[in-house]
């Protein structure tokens, strides 16, 4: 009876190089599997990519910004967008709701001092 030796499946196995570089496990994909890899990769982590043109110096702040905070300088901009545009959205919602809030007040009876004083009368 032969048994294999096994190496626990822990961060230092593969921080180590002990798992993930034997090089009979690896291949090297086809440009249509990367392809592949890539689109379910980017389904996976709800992800589109896209063109956009920014300014030099922007790009270069972001990567700055991301290079101190030890992130790629597209997470730091997929974060920031990401947080500018929930702000956003709560503050559109915030104001649609005080404009409905000051519609329904406008409709509402008006309430005097008198009628408040006949009606606890009553």
Same mark, same amino acid.
């Given at each position: 009876?032969?048994t294999?030796?096994?190496?626990e !499946? %822990?961060? +230092? /196995?593969?921080?180590?190089? $002990?798992? *993930?570089?034997?090089?009979?496990?690896? &291949?090297?994909?086809?440009?249509?599997e990367? !392809? %592949?890899? +890539? /689109?379910?990769?980017?389904? $996976?982590l *709800?992800?589109?990519?896209?063109?956009? &043109?920014?300014?030099?110096?922007l790009?270069?702040?972001?990567?700055?910004?991301?290079?101190?905070?030890?992130? *790629?300088?597209?997470?730091?901009?997929?974060?920031?967008?990401?947080?500018?545009?929930?702000?956003?959205?709560?503050?559109?919602?915030n104001?649609?709701?005080?404009?409905?809030?000051?519609?329904?007040?406008?409709k509402?009876?008006?309430?005097?001092?008198?009628?408040?004083?006949?009606?606890?009368?009553a």
């Amino acid at each position: 009876m032969t048994t294999q030796a096994t190496i626990e !499946g %822990t961060d +230092e /196995a593969w921080e180590s190089g $002990a798992l *993930g570089e034997d090089d009979k496990f690896m &291949r090297v994909l086809s440009n249509e599997e990367q !392809g %592949t890899t +890539e /689109a379910l990769v980017n389904a $996976a982590l *709800g992800l589109q990519p896209i063109s956009i &043109r920014l300014e030099k110096s922007l790009i270069d702040d972001f990567r700055a910004i991301a290079t101190i905070n030890g992130l *790629g300088y597209q997470t730091l901009m997929r974060q920031a967008l990401k947080r500018f545009a929930e702000h956003e959205k709560k503050r559109l919602l915030n104001d649609v709701a005080a404009e409905i809030r000051l519609k329904e007040s406008a409709k509402a009876p008006k309430q005097t001092l008198h009628s408040t004083r006949i009606r606890k009368a009553a």
